[in-house]
């Protein structure tokens, strides 16, 4: 069989990276654990869990196009023919998938992690650098256990530059996945109080956060915040296991130092300087934590060998990835408004800078700012003293009324003053006709919280109200 063009993977290449058995020839062009979202020609990874089984689904994934499936049993009802490659386990076999992807790979490689904005950084990096080759990189948050191996499985050949995103909740996760992906470049964004379910202290964090490192390459570079309070006890492991770094940040000492900026209601203006010279340019997304961003995308940019003056040039295109501050103006029948969506996730850090990005946005004299905020999880003993402080930032930032959204924020929403409480409900679901029934024309509203708070569901409630425009 003659593989079509955008082929990605032979039957027998994925045999001979999982050791299985495979039962005819057929080329794979993607790959994909989700029978929902098949597309035509993918291999289907049938994988096991404690509550689902992907042996469930291979029939429906061939079925709507997959070209086969990995899988460990054959599922009844499955037709003779099939075209199929079986492994003892599947999950060891998207695991040695992913790292004969990367393995057969010369492109130039970076990771990126943090406690916030690792998959802005990662969308932005993989955005500039698309512009100057060919670029992979990893959708969404496909950052743990399993989207990493997933991510590095989908990576061409051929690709010149590879952008991955990896994430952690507990000590030891990182050195598994840098060991997989084998940056050239490792980004450190932040580090930040978040899960401190299964952490004691910042300190641990920031440890946890420098497993990065060990996975990087030969003469590869760690990419730090300078002026994060994680910084020291980054830079000293990365002392420690040989580790070059660049430092970015409005530190004095920072590498790619920011020198200047102007901060608006919808772009700011920015001033680098590194190694002498000078990137002016403008960030068409608001707040002081987008400008962070940028400097650590440049500085990951720089340090694969790319054009960093290009990249710069090119940083006015960049807008935020779904639910990471992505703004819309909706035209319903009655009235319009600005919605901000941040819903993705939330940490006290994050729910900060959204609200000083709400601040500064501008409002008609009939208009109110407007924030929906939901619980931040994983936050273990300091969860409830993290959300009361929330209130304190709310006051300090122009915000007219909250909309408050779980158990934990129900805390913060009772410690604000009483003309800036506007509803709490425990559920995200329960809030949707209230804050529908609410609005006004030229309000600006901000959704935001963790993933398990459910904020997207209000997203879409709000975006359906009215058309964009």
Do not use: C
């Amino acid at each position: 069989m003659i593989p079509p063009v955008d082929s990605l993977w032979k039957a027998v290449d994925v045999a001979n990276a999982t050791g299985g058995r495979v039962s005819s020839d057929w080329h794979a062009t993607g790959v994909s654990i989700d029978s929902r979202t098949i597309r035509s020609g993918d291999l289907f990874i049938a994988l096991r869990g404690s509550n689902f089984d992907g042996h469930d689904y291979v029939i429906d994934a061939l079925g709507r196009g997959a070209s086969a499936s990995l899988i460990s049993y054959k599922p009844k009802g499955l037709k003779k023919g099939a075209p199929l490659l079986e492994v003892k386990d599947t999950f060891a076999g998207l695991n040695q998938l992913g790292i004969a992807g990367r393995t057969r790979s010369k492109g130039r490689i970076i990771a990126v992690t943090g406690s916030v904005g690792k998959t802005s950084v990662k969308e932005t990096i993989a955005k500039l650098l698309s512009r100057q080759g060919s670029v992979s990189f990893s959708l969404g948050s496909l950052n743990n256990q399993y989207g990493v191996p997933l991510s590095l499985s989908r990576l061409p050949e051929g690709s010149e530059f590879g952008v991955f995103e990896l994430g952690m909740n507990h000590a030891g996760e990182l050195t598994n996945l840098s060991l997989m992906v084998r940056p050239l470049v490792a980004v450190v964004t932040t580090v930040e109080i978040a899960h401190l379910e299964n952490f004691e202290s910042l300190e641990d964090i920031a440890r946890a956060k420098a497993e990065v490192f060990g996975g990087l390459q030969n003469g590869g570079v760690a990419i730090l915040n300078r002026d994060n309070l994680g910084f020291e006890i980054l830079k000293t492991t990365a002392d420690s296991v040989g580790v070059d770094f660049l430092t970015f940040g409005s530190h004095k000492d920072a590498d790619f130092k920011l020198t200047s900026f102007t901060l608006g209601p919808e772009s700011s203006k920015v001033q680098v300087r590194f190694d002498g010279a000078e990137l002016n340019y403008k960030l068409n997304i608001p707040g002081y934590h987008w400008i962070q961003n940028s400097l650590a995308a440049l500085a990951a940019i720089h340090s694969v060998g790319a054009d960093v003056f290009e990249a710069a040039r090119s940083v006015a295109s960049i807008s935020p990835p779904k639910g990471r501050g992505l703004r819309h103006h909706v035209r319903a029948n009655n009235f319009d408004f600005e919605l901000i969506d941040d819903s993705y996730n939330a940490n006290p850090v994050s729910i900060v800078a959204a609200l000083k990005v709400l601040s500064r946005v501008r409002i008609s004299s009939a208009g109110r700012r407007l924030a929906v905020l939901g619980d931040m999880l994983e936050l273990g003993f300091e969860s409830r003293a993290l959300h009361l402080k929330i209130a304190g930032e709310v006051t300090d930032n122009k915000v007219d009324l909250v909309y408050a959204v779980g158990l934990r924020m129900r805390d913060m929403f009772d410690a604000l003053p009483d003309a800036k409480q506007a509803y709490w409900t425990e559920t995200s679901e329960e809030l949707l006709s209230v804050i529908i029934s609410h609005l006004q024309h030229g309000d600006v509203v901000l959704v935001k919280g963790s993933l398990g708070a459910r904020m997207g569901l209000i997203v879409d409630e709000l975006l359906a109200l009215g058309v964009e425009g």
